[in-house]
């Protein structure tokens, strides 16, 4: 079973920056997507962004465009999610996610893989 890790989440002050990861244990496919979702207190899993990791440029979700940046690490697979100008409304669970395929799709119930989330707070 492939897992999916997420590390890097932490308190930062509103403005200001961080970096999350994502590391899938194995391959989850041939052909897959990886995304990255967020959780926010009493609110519904929303999209962040995601990749098609054979190739393709990120895809966000209109919140955070211009603002985080999606990357493929080569070596193993591992995604990165840099933020930046960070917001309290960013504040939430960061949750890594796996499909296979190529669509970029913003659903959750359309990722397969989980991880278990690594908790953002951004402070005014």
């Known amino acids: 079973q492939v897992q999916l890790v997420e590390s890097g989440g932490g308190l930062v002050q509103a403005g200001g920056s961080l970096s999350l990861s994502c590391a899938a244990s194995?391959?989850?496919?041939?052909?897959?997507?990886m995304g990255w979702f967020r959780q926010a207190p009493g609110k519904e899993r929303e999209f962040v962004g995601g990749?098609?990791?054979?190739?393709?440029?990120?895809e966000y979700a209109d919140s955070v465009k211009g603002r985080f940046t999606i990357s493929r690490v080569s070596n193993g697979i591992q995604m990165n999610l840099q933020m930046s100008s960070l917001r309290p409304e960013d504040t939430a669970i960061y949750y890594c996610a796996s499909r296979l395929g190529t669509a970029v799709i913003s659903r959750p119930s359309g990722y397969t893989l989980w991880g278990r989330g690594t908790q953002v707070t951004v402070s005014s």
């Open positions: 194995s391959r989850p496919g041939s052909i897959f997507v």
């Open positions: 990749i098609r990791w054979n190739g393709g440029s990120p």
